[in-house]
């Protein structure tokens, strides 16, 4: 049984930044992809950034140049380096893995409010 437990979220002013983390259970090159999910009140689950195991990455449009999606093998871990946040940032923020068999492994996730 895989799981991922996210942390660093919490109240920052917009313009502010966060780090949030992943931890899998395990080593994260078992996965084919890991990535960052949002989900805002009254709102659809939506990507923020993944990074493919070969480590390639790809962000969504209203993220980039902003956020940064990295891995730290050694501690199985994946993070999501957030900048220039605005209030429309604030959301859950969930961690996924997807498995060879596209299975996907959810975490329970981390709520990032972006107010002044």
């Known amino acids: 049984q895989v799981q991922l437990v996210e942390s660093g979220g919490g109240l920052v002013q917009p313009g502010g930044t966060l780090r949030l983390s992943c931890v899998a259970s395990g080593t994260i090159y078992r996965f084919n992809a890991m990535g960052w999910y949002r989900q805002a009140p009254g709102k659809q689950r939506e990507l923020v950034a993944a990074?493919?195991?070969?480590?390639?990455?790809n962000y969504a449009d209203s993220v980039k140049g902003r956020f940064t999606i990295s891995r730290d093998s050694s501690k199985n871990t994946v993070y999501l380096q957030m900048s220039s946040l605005k209030p429309e940032d604030t959301a859950v923020y969930y961690c996924?893995?997807?498995?060879?068999?596209?299975?996907?492994?959810w975490g329970q996730g981390t709520q990032v409010t972006v107010s002044s």
């Open positions: 990074i493919m195991r070969g480590g390639s990455t």
């Open positions: 996924k893995a997807r498995t060879p068999t596209s299975y996907d492994y």
